[in-house]
């Protein structure tokens, strides 16, 4: 191995990418900030509690696999992959529910529920959500868009598909029933899009958990990260952890390596960044590009936030879900004050309870659980989010979720934790607090966004939520595979 690489952060997108290029014969070194990998997917081990602090959906194994068959390797040897049914259960505040799963007979008896003319209409939806799979993620999903050319390239896919309409909007001119709406529409929630505003080309994602379900990995998302580790580490890989990165180094116009915040000093023929953007550009390179650059980023539309409640509670909740969305009692009303930068007194929720599938998360009798709300990043919203607001935030969390799904759920607590738009921002460096980056809109999608090579540092790459396409596990899985292939070709 002569050549030597250095990926800056061991989130999904940087181990992705490292265990891409060790397998090509690279020698690379992975730097971590934290005392942990996974980035997003960090974890928590409480009270005999296990914690995800996510992402905890899992969609499109194979594009994980494909990690392990580069070195001749499977997947199932090092992570349980479990499949989730139903997909979420969705509840409204009527008590209405909706199992929503790849099941054909059961999906279209739960339509029927809502409304039987939606049938027809979500059969048409399909077909436009499989159009927009095979233009957007199987042609453009792992495609590194560099110039503009090649964005007018794709143009005459995205304007057959309409995506400058928005996913609500062409889900709406298909079905009627407002709730169905909701449960076609609420997934760009998932990767930092609002459902009113992000192309409908996001569509794409109802394909993606039909064709491929949806998985959870035994032990937690933490353990399909360890597992990541374990590979890259096979190959030959280093990973350094609790060592933040204080500088990418240059020299003209290349990058020459990192000087960490301990004092370690890596050399590289290539560098790549998983953090965040603006942490990445302003604070970490050394080069005038980087203000140049910041300058550019901070004038962007940058996604929500999240506030998430841990919780362990005494019990075994048969009746919740896997995966719940609690839909509040507004939907356009509550995206715009998210987007806009209130923070309202509903909320709508994610409820996720991984110890209904796995009971090693959770001691015997017991069940690990988190609710997530999303909402205004701090650069529109200013709340005490370390403070008494905080608190009783998560104390209204907790109440919707007792009386919506777990009756007598307070009661029952062992051991709770919140997570707030602030702890985003020191703990992974996020601007604003964002919790994907970028806000996935057209104008900020494929060219662009940040691409995953810089236009003037030629061996500066980037790969994550702020690359294209963009937040989820698929995506930044993605962005690696662009991102890995530029920097093999060069």
């Keep these: 191995m002569t050549r030597r690489a250095i990926v800056i952060g061991a989130g999904f997108g940087g181990l992705a990418l490292a265990i891409r290029l060790q397998s090509a014969g690279i020698a690379t070194t992975v730097v971590e900030a934290r005392d942990k990998p996974g980035g997003r ?27 392990w068959a580069l070195s001749g390797q499977d997947m199932a040897a090092d992570v349980d992959l479990v499949p989730v049914t139903p997909f979420y259960r969705l509840n409204w505040p009527d008590g209405t529910n909706f199992d929503y799963s790849n099941d054909e007979a059961a999906l279209r008896a739960e339509i029927a529920k809502l409304d039987p003319a939606d049938i027809a209409g979500y059969e048409r939806f399909l077909d436009y959500s499989r159009g927009v799979y095979d233009e957007g993620y199987v042609k ?43 449960a076609l529409s609420f997934h760009t929630l998932l990767v930092g899009g609002n459902p009113m505003t992000t192309s409908s080309i996001y569509a794409l994602i109802h394909t993606i958990e039909k064709d491929g379900g949806v998985w959870f990995a035994r032990g937690g998302t933490n353990a399909l ?5 374990r590979l890259f580490e096979r190959l030959g890989g280093v990973l350094r952890l609790g060592d933040p990165v204080a500088r990418i180094e240059t020299q003209g116009d290349r990058a020459t390596g990192v000087v960490t915040a301990g004092g370690w000093q890596g050399a590289a023929d ?13 604070d970490l390179l050394d080069h005038s590009r980087g203000a140049k650059v910041a300058k550019s980023l901070a004038r962007k539309r940058w996604s929500p936030s999240l506030f998430v409640v841990h919780f362990g509670a005494k019990g075994d909740y048969p009746d919740v879900a896997h995966h719940s969305i609690l839909f509040g009692p507004r939907y356009k009303g509550l995206l ?35 609710a997530l709300a999303p909402v205004a990043h701090l650069g529109k919203a200013k709340a005490d989010w370390d403070g008494d607001f905080g608190a009783r935030f998560a104390d209204a969390i907790l109440d919707e979720v007792e009386r919506r799904v777990a009756p007598g759920l307070r009661a029952n607590l062992v051991t709770r934790f919140h997570y707030t738009p602030a702890d985003f921002g020191r703990d992974l460096s996020a601007h604003l607090g964002s919790a994907f980056s970028l806000e996935p809109v057209l104008w900020q999608s494929a060219w662009f966004r940040a691409h995953n ?23 930044v899985v993605g962005s690696a595979k662009a991102t890995a292939q530029l920097m093999l070709a060069d």
Aim: glycine share 8%.
């Design 270 to 282: 290539m560098v790549a960044c998983n953090g965040d953007l603006m942490h990445s550009y302003r």
């Design 453 to 475: 090579r810089d236009d003037m540092i030629s061996n500066l790459y980037f790969v994550g939520a702020g690359t294209h396409p963009g937040a989820g596990i698929p995506g």
């Design 140 to 182: 453009l999903g792992s495609v590194a868009f560099l110039d503009f050319a090649a964005m007018l390239r794709a143009a005459p896919a995205l304007a057959k598909y309409q995506a400058w309409r928005s996913v609500y909007s062409i889900v709406s001119s298909y079905v009627k029933d407002e709730r169905l709406r909701q």
């Design 225 to 229: 990260v360890a597992a990541m580790v």
């Design 336 to 370: 715009d004050d998210i987007y806009g930068g209130r923070v309202p007194d509903d909320f709508s929720l994610y409820l996720h309870h991984p110890s209904i599938t796995d009971p090693g998360m959770a001691p015997p009798g017991h069940s690990t659980f988190y």
């Design 41 to 67: 997917a960090y974890h928590w081990r409480r009270d005999g509690f296990t914690f995800d602090a996510g992402p905890t959906v899992i969609t499109d194994p194979p594009c994980l696999n494909e990690l």
